[in-house]
């Protein structure tokens, strides 16, 4: 049975369009940014999400930009039309949708008196928060090609752990229940996981949320330990390429000072602290030969480790900035290729609205309840 023999646009299809070519947003729509959608805010990697959110089917989530370069020339545009939010596709009305709204308290404050909206943001349904935005490969020259972290300017660069714990009390408390850190690239030897184990112990004990952390691995296993006993759930070191080539192109300083041996090296000894599916590792469809990318997942997947393959998604003030996202057709070959590698290892990818970027293989899961999965496309 086709789970999605109902809808006259397949919505998995439309989400691999929309994430290959974006949205543009009619003048009717764009005053509704803020208060029923979601305000887009600039991004600094390319597989973020500096656009909207919306919701295709209760089980298929877009993040598609609205901002950048190549949407000029997507053939979706979002209207208002009969009083629904509807998509268009050359002009002919294709389904409507409904749009992730603005959340209510980012005017509110911190007990230092920062507003919420500094701090960090809530992507899809779950809290994002960015406890450091400086990054040492941007300091070095050797930043990675898909990134504008260091071009751009930051309200607030570093948050104190005081902050991060009041903006995630404010989100736990409108109804979110699950959160992922992601920051620049902390000095070594830690690569910051003693600052960010302070908070995250104090988060899990107060309100038992889950809670992903993405930073580059540590020196030492000590400190993958620390983050273990601070009660993080999943953990992630984000390779991005997997060709040696790629590697030194794309990503020169992680090359240089990490280099993909000791990412391995860290992947196996998490999977034995974390288990399988709980280490994983973002690669980005678009910066290398597909091949390689789905070479690199096949390898992780062996380990346990579960590789989540993004989009490019080309942001200003990147390498990437003028170039275009991989087409939809290659995406769905791309993942229908990594469905079958995620069967072959028995991993669990996890839910569909943290996967509003990417295409998830499955409904349900330990890590998070509700679920995504990749049906007929």
């Given amino acids: 049975m086709d789970y999605f023999a109902n809808y006259s646009y397949n919505p998995v299809r439309l989400k691999l369009e929309l994430l290959a070519s974006g949205i543009k947003i009619d003048e009717d729509v764009e005053k509704h940014f803020g208060k029923d959608i979601k305000q887009p805010k600039s991004i600094r990697a390319g597989a973020g999400g500096a656009g909207i959110d919306l919701i295709l089917t209760p089980d298929v989530w877009a993040g598609p930009q609205v901002y950048e370069s190549y949407v000029k020339d997507s053939p979706f545009t979002l209207k208002i039309q009969d009083g629904s939010y509807v998509i268009f596709k050359d002009d002919q009305a294709i389904c409507e949708t409904t749009p992730v709204p603005e959340p209510t308290f980012y005017d509110q404050k911190s007990s230092d008196g920062t507003p919420f909206g500094k701090i960090g943001r809530i992507q899809a349904d779950f809290i994002a928060v960015a406890p450091s935005e400086i990054c040492e490969f941007w300091e070095k020259g050797v930043p990675c090609k898909f990134c ?12 104190t752990s005081q902050q991060v714990i009041d903006f995630v009390e404010a989100a736990v408390h409108h109804g979110y229940d699950h959160m992922i850190l992601n920051a620049g690239t902390y000095s070594r030897p830690g690569r910051g996981a003693v600052e960010q184990a302070e908070f995250i112990k104090v988060i899990k004990e107060r309100f038992g949320i889950h809670v992903r952390i993405s930073m580059v691995p540590p020196d030492e296993r000590s400190y993958v330990e620390v983050l273990k006993e601070a009660g993080v759930d999943v953990i992630g070191h984000n390779l991005e390429v997997w060709s040696p080539d790629a590697q030194q192109f794309v990503t020169p300083g992680k090359a240089k000072d990490i280099g993909v041996e000791h990412y391995l090296k860290t992947f196996e000894y998490e999977v034995e602290l974390f288990g399988r599916s709980k280490v994983v590792s973002t690669l980005i469809v678009g910066l290398e030969d597909p ?8 390898h992780l997947a062996s380990m346990g480790v579960l590789p989540i393959l993004f989009v490019l998604r080309p942001v200003r003030g990147s390498y990437y900035a003028e170039s ?3 087409k939809a057709d290659t995406l769905i070959e791309v993942y229908k290729s990594y469905k079958s590698i995620i069967e072959k290892y028995n991993l669990d990818t996890g839910c569909s609205r943290c996967g509003r970027l990417r295409i998830d293989t499955q409904v349900g899961g330990y890590r998070y309840p509700r679920g995504g999965f990749l049906p007929s496309i």
Avoid: F, N
């Fill in 324 to 326: 275009a996202p991989p």
């Fill in 291 to 298: 091949q390689h990318t789905l070479a690199g997942a096949e």
């Fill in 148 to 159: 504008a972290m260091g071009s751009r300017k930051h309200d607030l660069p570093v948050k």
